[in-house]
C-alpha cells in the first residue's frame, strides 16, 4: 500500500500493539503541531499513523496529593485548568506563554515530551516539580520520573512500542514559592532562547526543598541539582542566589543556534535564576 | 488512498486523502474553498485558521485524516452568504484589512475570541491574535476593528 496505513487507536494499550506490529515504521500522531510540520517541510514521510485522539488519553483528574493529565490534553485544556490553576500553578504559568492560541488548542502535553525537544516548555516546571510519566508498552506500563526520561536533542528513554499514557504532576503544597520565565525572540510564538522555572519549599525562613530546571541551554531539558542543592537549609540572601545562580549556569551546555549564542544563553541562564530566586526571596 | 467525511460549513463532504495530506489541501484543493491562505505551512503565520468544532486550529498542520466525523468552519461559513459578520463589518469601517491575506485568520481568531469572551480588554485581544501575522495592516487597526465588532455585537 503506497500510501500507507492510518489507525485510530482506541485505548493506549491498542496504540501501544499497533507500533509494536509494525516495526520502526509507525509513529503515533497527538495534535500533529510538531510532527505535521515536519512533514510538510519533507523531513519525515509518514508511513503508517497510529492517532491519539480517540484513545481516551485526553483528561485531568487528581489522585491523593498528585494531578494526572493524559498525554494527549491539548495544552490549551490544561492552561485553563482550574484544577491545574489551584494545584501546580507552575505549569499553568509555562503554558500560558507557549507558542499561540491554535497552536494550544491542538498541541498535547505527551507530543511536547515525546518529541524531547530540548527547547519544550512543558518539560522545564514539569522537572521543577518532580512530575514522572506513565508509559505504555506492548508488554506492558512503566513510571518513569521525568528526570530519566530525556536521553538528547529528540531522544529519550521511549521504546520502539511504547507510548506516553499519562504525565503525574505532584501537587505544589500552598506554601510553596515558584517563578517562572521564558526568555523568547518575541513575547508570542516563539521558542525558548533560555526558559527557567525555580521551585523552593521555605519553613522558618530556610529552605527545605529546592528545584531549578532550565530549558533551551542543554541537549535535554535540564535539572540543576547541584545548583539547588546549594540551597538546602539556607535562607535566601543575596550570596547564597549568586552562588546557585553560578552553579546553574555551570551545568549548561548550550549551543549557538539561530536564536541565540551558547556564550549569550549561559549568561542568560544566570542572570535568570538569579532573577527569580530574588523575586521568592522578596 | 483513505475516505475522510467531514461537515465543512453545515455541509457534507466525502473527499479521498492521503497519509501525509492536511485539513488546508481538503479545503483548498479538493473543496475549493479559499479564504484559508497557504502562507507558511508551518503553522507559524496564521493565515490557514479554521474552527474545528468550534476551535481555532491551523488547518495547514492539521492531519486531514485526524477529523474525520468533525465539523469545520471557514470564513465563508461564519454568516449566511449575501449577509455581513460584525466582525467583518467592523474590518471594513475600520480600516483592519488592506491586502486580506490574513483577514480570514484574523476574522476567525477574533470570532473564537469573542465566542468564549464577549468584552475582551485590549490585550486579551492582543493575545487572542498573537499567532496571527499581518504585513501589511499592522495591528493597531485590526485590534480597534475586534474592539469595535464586540461593542457591535453587545449591543
Ligand atoms: C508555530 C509553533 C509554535 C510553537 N511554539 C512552541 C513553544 O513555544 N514551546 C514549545 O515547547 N513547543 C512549541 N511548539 C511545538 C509544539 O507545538 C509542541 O511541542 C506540542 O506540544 C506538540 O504536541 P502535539 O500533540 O502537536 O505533537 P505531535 O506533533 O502530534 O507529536 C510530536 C511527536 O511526539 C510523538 N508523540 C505524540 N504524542 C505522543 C505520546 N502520547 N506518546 C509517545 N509519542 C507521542 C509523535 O509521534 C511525534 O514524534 C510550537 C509549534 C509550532 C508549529
Ligand atoms: S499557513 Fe498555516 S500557519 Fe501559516
Ligand atoms: S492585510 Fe495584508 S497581511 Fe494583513
Known amino acids: ?282 | 488512498m483513505h475516505t475522510l467525511e467531514l461537515t465543512v460549513n453545515g455541509q457534507g463532504h466525502k473527499v479521498e486523502v492521503g497519509l501525509k495530506t492536511t485539513l488546508l489541501e481538503v479545503l483548498r484543493d479538493k473543496l475549493h474553498i479559499t479564504s484559508p491562505k497557504v502562507g507558511c505551512n508551518t503553522g507559524d503565520c496564521g493565515t490557514c485558521s479554521v474552527l474545528l468544532d468550534g476551535v481555532l486550529v491551523r488547518s495547514c498542520i492539521t492531519n486531514a485524516l485526524s477529523v474525520q466525523g468533525k465539523s469545520v468552519t471557514t470564513l465563508e461559513g461564519i454568516i449566511e452568504p449575501g449577509d455581513i459578520h460584525p466582525l467583518q463589518k467592523a474590518f471594513h469601517e475600520n480600516y483592519g484589512s488592506q491586502c486580506g491575506f490574513c483577514t480570514p485568520g484574523m476574522i476567525l481568531a477574533s470570532k473564537a475570541l469573542l465566542d468564549a469572551n464577549p468584552s475582551p480588554t485590549r490585550d486579551e485581544v492582543k493575545e487572542a491574535l498573537s499567532g496571527n501575522l499581518c504585513r501589511c495592516t499592522g495591528y493597531v487597526k485590526i485590534i480597534d476593528s475586534v474592539l469595535a465588532a464586540a461593542d457591535e455585537m453587545k449591543s
Open chain 1, 1 to 282: 500500500m503506497a500510501e500507507g496505513e492510518f489507525f485510530r487507536a482506541a485505548s493506549p494499550q491498542e496504540a501501544a500493539g499497533l507500533l509494536a506490529q509494525h516495526g520502526g515504521s509507525a509513529r503515533v500522531l497527538a495534535g500533529g503541531t510538531d510532527l505535521m510540520v515536519a512533514v510538510n517541510k519533507r523531513m519525515f514521510k509518514p508511513q503508517v499513523i497510529i492517532y491519539l485522539g480517540d484513545a481516551g488519553m485526553s483528561g485531568i483528574s487528581q489522585e491523593g496529593d498528585a494531578l494526572l493529565i493524559g498525554a494527549a490534553t491539548p495544552l490549551s485544556v490544561i492552561q485553563a485548568s482550574p484544577l491545574v490553576a489551584d494545584k501546580t500553578p507552575l505549569l499553568a504559568a509555562a503554558i500560558k506563554q507557549m507558542a499561540s492560541p491554535a497552536i494550544r488548542n491542538a498541541g498535547t502535553i505527551g507530543g511536547n515530551l515525546a518529541n524531547a525537544s530540548p527547547a519544550a516548555d512543558t518539560a522545564t516546571p514539569l522537572l521543577a516539580l518532580g512530575a514522572s510519566l506513565k508509559l505504555v508498552g506492548a508488554k506492558g506500563e512503566r513510571e518513569v520520573p521525568l528526570a530519566e526520561f530525556f536521553t538528547g536533542p529528540g531522544q529519550s528513554v521511549l521504546g520502539a512500542d511504547e507510548i506516553i499514557a499519562q504525565v503525574k504532576v505532584p501537587a505544589q503544597p500552598a506554601e510553596a514559592k515558584w517563578a517562572y520565565r521564558k526568555v523568547g525572540k518575541r513575547k508570542a510564538q516563539s521558542l525558548s532562547v533560555v526558559s527557567v522555572a525555580v521551585y523552593c519549599s521555605i519553613s522558618g525562613g530556610q529552605v527545605s526543598g529546592a528545584a531549578i530546571a532550565l530549558g533551551a541551554v542543554a541537549p535535554t531539558p535540564l535539572l540543576a541539582q547541584d545548583a539547588a542543592g546549594l540551597l538546602q537549609g539556607k535562607t535566601l540572601d543575596e550570596a547564597t542566589i549568586a552562588a546557585a545562580a553560578k552553579a546553574a549556569a555551570e551545568a549548561t551546555s548550550p549551543i549557538d543556534d539561530a536564536r541565540g549564542t551558547a556564550w549569550y544563553r549561559k549568561r542568560a541562564s544566570e542572570a535568570v535564576v538569579k532573577q527569580l530566586l530574588t523575586e521568592l526571596a522578596g
